[in-house]
């Protein structure tokens, strides 16, 4: 890579970090959304990577989500909003499932991973932009098995989208009769599971992969991570007291219309 290519790539990483952290306190959605098209067009607009650059994308984002994650939390249980018990009980199998996420991840071809990540996000942007408010498929949300099942997909699907839960983790929780301000403060809590247990998957199982970024661990880009790690970890807790001066319907309106965005340019991407 050139300068010019370097500092093309410093000046995306910034805007994605500094947005992403404001979308992953306002939505509780660890800021993936942002990051892995963001960063997944920069590494194809520079030509530094190859058939892996979606994979190295979400791996990176999926290590920030560590550290943005746990400062959201914190900033959403200073306005009492999390549910504790959920976060508790669902935290472990969540974890389970990211594991079992990334080493699907990192046997799908990135058209495959493409899909995944588009369709998962337009069906959460359907059910939070079309259904009526209050609308739900169950009273409460699932014990035991049923519990371990749903926070399993929860905790797979959020690691191969490179997410922290919040969008899946949040959209069961309102679908199961939950206030969408306690599901995004609760889900905002999966991400550090999801983070850590699927960080370590894509680091494992992308070690010999080629067509990767430069100064790649697996697929993790050190440098994207660190600088989008910081950004974000900065500014999540503005965007979580954000999420607290809206009202229900506006905060439903704003996430749907913007997970659809976001799944259209990877999609695009896949065809």
Known sequence: MSAV???????????????????????????????VPALFYAFELLGVGGQSNLHVAIG??????????WRSLSAHRAHGAVDETVLRTWTPWVA?????????????PMSGLGWIYGG???????QMGLTPEGWRLAG?????????????????????????GGSLGGMTMTLCGRPIHQAVATASGFGF???LAATLGFVVFGWDAPGRPPLSLGYVNV?????????????APLGARLAHTLDRTTLRRAFALYLAVAAAAVLFKAI
């Open 5 to 35: 290519d370097w500092v093309t790539l410093a000046a995306a990483l910034v805007g994605a970090g500094l947005f992403g952290g404001l979308i992953a306190g306002l939505f509780g959605v660890g800021g993936g959304t942002v990051m």
């Open 60 to 69: 990176s984002s999926l290590l920030t989500i560590v550290a943005t994650s």
């Open 96 to 108: 389970g499932g990211a594991l079992v996420g990334a080493a699907i991840a990192g046997m799908v």
């Open 120 to 126: 998962c996000l337009l069906v959460v942007a359907i």
């Open 140 to 164: 409460d949300l699932p014990t035991g098995w049923g519990r371990r099942g749903v926070a399993g997909l929860v905790g797979g699907l959020s690691a191969m989208m490179g997410i922290g």
């Open 193 to 195: 599971a999801i983070g």
């Open 223 to 235: 440098p994207a991570a660190i600088v989008l790690g910081l950004l974000t970890t900065a500014v």
